[in-house]
């Protein structure tokens, strides 16, 4: 278990930032949203465009801040600095720094299930190091949020687990550099972004440069069903010793059997670096047993007890929008709700709606929002979903958003029953008229559509 000691002292965050410090003090946690507050926290006072940080010092320190990390003079202490970013990725630097020579750093990225990949490795090696492991908290993959996530790091962690996420080509490279990976993963290469980036190679490139901050003797996980397998391990090279492919019959890793399990997930047979091993993944679905071997072969590249760290993949339940199951009560009997409403792109909604053509349910009912960030390919994109959707057997269909509109178009040609709704709440109204005892229904968009509500709202009123 992590010990007690403190995460910070003033002393050391005016080492790390070469601020000045008004007060003695010591830190337990730290945040920049002053509703994440607790006490004994440091408050980051971040700028912003619409708000500066500095406004909510007063009620930061009403929750319980122990101390706040300001560019001006506050009431309170505090450690005064010229440039409150660049002080909290000095901070960064210095938490990754401490970590002992045996401590294993993991980097994560990709275009679709890497949050997913992140708190399954997280809970895998939970198993292996109980109470010595961290791991980036929400989606706090960017320029902000991964400098939060390793300031956040105690000394002791034996591992660390960081998502790294992009919008921009470059960006990852100075998030990599920050975070230092021993293993650097990429889950899989999809158009998410397209509209930034402008082609798929491009996309590829700029998550492949989250080998440049790979550790000497460092290890590189690509995916090996992907049109970018070569680009991607050419842009491992140079910064791994080792570069290993995950998935399909030909990958380093690879299922050598794959079968419904009981439980609602999949029994799995695979062929792992240095060994064979048969486990079960509570979580349905092809892109989770691609994300299980993923898990697996970044435990087998640092040593780890393979068998003991499936068992976290046994166990673990869906996360909050990213694939939550919840079984909801209505009149005459009962719906399982479906929450994937924090993201889509073309790559995970296809692979989502698959694994609810696998789902037994009397009626299956998608409510769909729209993919943001595909640029000139958007159309194109909505609209190819009529096949995955109408091969997953929907019975009916939710559209929400004016780009939904190229896909209801397609869905109008097949027997599926389609509404298009411009917003969530119009969603959640029909969803709540319309659905029926014994339905199957997944929620998933782009978290900017706020279906996250609908699922809120839904299961609340069925309850």
Known sequence: MMSKQPLWTADEITAATGGKATGDFEISG???????????????????????GHDFVAGAFEKGAAAALVSQPVEGPHVLVDDVPAALEAMARAARARL?????????????????????????????????????????NNHTGVPLSLARMPREALFAVQEMGMNHSGEIAGLTRMTRPHVAVITAIGPAHI??????????????????GLEPGGVAIVPEET??????????????ERILTVGGTEGDAAVKHSAPARSGG???????PGRTLTFTI???????????????????????????????????????????????????????LIDESYNANPVSMEATLKSLGAEKAARKVVVLGTMKELGDTGPAAHAAL??????????????????????ADALSLTPIEVVH???????????????????????????????GKLVAKVAGDAA
Do not use: C
Not at 41 to 50: C, D, E, K, Q, S
Not at 320 to 326: D, I, K, P, S, T
């Open 30 to 52: 730290v945040a920049f949203d002053s509703r994440e507050v607790e006490d004994g926290f440091l408050f980051v006072a971040m700028p912003g465009t619409v708000h500066d």
């Open 421 to 451: 709704v411009n917003d969530a709440a119009g969603a959640t109204t029909n969803l709540l008229s319309m659905m029926r005892p014994g339905d199957a229904v997944l929620v998933k968009a782009s978290n900017s559509m706020g279906l």
């Open 227 to 240: 049109d970018q397998r070569e680009r991607l391990v050419k842009a491992a090279r140079g910064f791994a």
């Open 100 to 140: 002992s020579d045996d401590a294993v750093v993991i980097g994560v990225t990709g275009s679709v299930g890497k949050t997913s990949t992140k708190e399954a490795i997280a809970a895998a090696l939970e198993r292996l190091a109980p109470g010595r492991v961290h791991r980036s908290v929400k989606s706090y």
């Open 195 to 212: 509209e930034n980036l402008g082609s798929i190679e491009a996309i590829a490139d700029a998550k492949g440069e989250i080998f440049e």
């Open 282 to 336: 509570s979580q349905p679905g092809d892109h989770w047993v691609q994300n299980a071997l993923t898990v697996l072969t970044v435990v087998s590249q640092i040593g780890g007890d393979v068998a003991r760290a499936a068992l976290a993949l046994t166990e673990m339940g869906g996360l909050e929008g990213r694939g939550a199951r919840h079984r909801v009560e209505i009149e005459g009997g009962e719906i399982l």
């Open 266 to 272: 999949s029994l799995v047979t695979a062929r792992l």
């Open 386 to 407: 009529a096949a995955p959707v109408e091969a997953a057997g929907v019975s009916l269909a939710i559209l929400v958003g004016e780009e939904m509109a190229p896909l």
